[in-house]
Structure formats: C-alpha cells, structure tokens
C-alpha cells in the first residue's frame, strides 16, 4: 500500500512564503515524476509544477520565477517553496506521484488528499 501525504498548507498574507512538503509512504519500489496540481473554487485543477527523479523541472508560466520545486529521493519527499504569493494562488495544492509498488512492474499515478493554501490580507 501506498500512502501520499501533503503539508505545510496554510492562511499566508499576499507577498509572504510557504513551503509545502509531499512524502510518499509505502511499499514503494521506485519514484519517476513528481507533481503539484491546485485546484481553486470553481476551477479545473491545473499543473503548478513538476519534477523528475533525475531533477529535472517545470513550471507554469503563472508561477515562474516565484515558485521552486524539488525533491529528496533518499526520503520520497517533494517540496514546494512558493514565495511573493499573491490572491489568485489561493487553492487546494495536490501532490501527484508516478510511482512502482513492490510487486507491480509498472507505474501509476498516486495522489494526496491535498492541502489548503489561503492568499489574504
């Protein structure tokens, strides 16, 4: 079984920083890409940012330049370090990993429940 778990969530005012963790739990045999997605009231989910095993990212083009994601493959954790955060940040950040459990031989998609980013005054 495997278990995805987001934190570091939280009410931030506009300008400031946060920092979200992501760890992947489990029987685990290896981990290939790791995301993060948001989904704000109403809207559709988008990709944020994305990372694979070898560090190699991406970025939409709504957060370039003030998000940074990276990750520690020795831990199976992922991180999310998002600085002069405005309003229209605000959503439910998922974490999404493309992971092999012990005893597959292929890789699927595995999500957190997601943490809560709030962007206010």
């Known amino acids: 079984q495997v278990h995805i778990v987001e934190s570091g969530g939280g009410l931030v005012q506009p300008g400031g920083s946060l920092r979200l963790s992501c760890a992947a739990s489990g029987s685990i045999f290896t981990i290939y890409a790791m995301d993060w997605h948001r989904q704000a009231p109403g809207k559709q989910r988008e990709l944020v940012a994305a990372?694979?095993?070898?560090?190699?990212?991406a970025y939409a083009d709504s957060v370039k330049g003030r998000f940074t994601i990276s990750r520690d493959n020795a831990k199976n954790t992922m991180y999310l370090q998002m600085n002069s955060l405005k309003p229209e940040d605000t959503a439910v950040y998922y974490c999404?990993?493309?992971?092999?459990?012990?005893?597959?031989?292929?890789?699927?998609?595995?999500w957190g429940q997601g943490t809560q980013v709030t962007v206010s005054s």
């Open positions: 999404k990993a493309e992971l092999v459990h012990s005893g597959s031989d292929e890789a699927d998609d595995y």
């Open positions: 990372i694979t095993s070898a560090g190699s990212t």
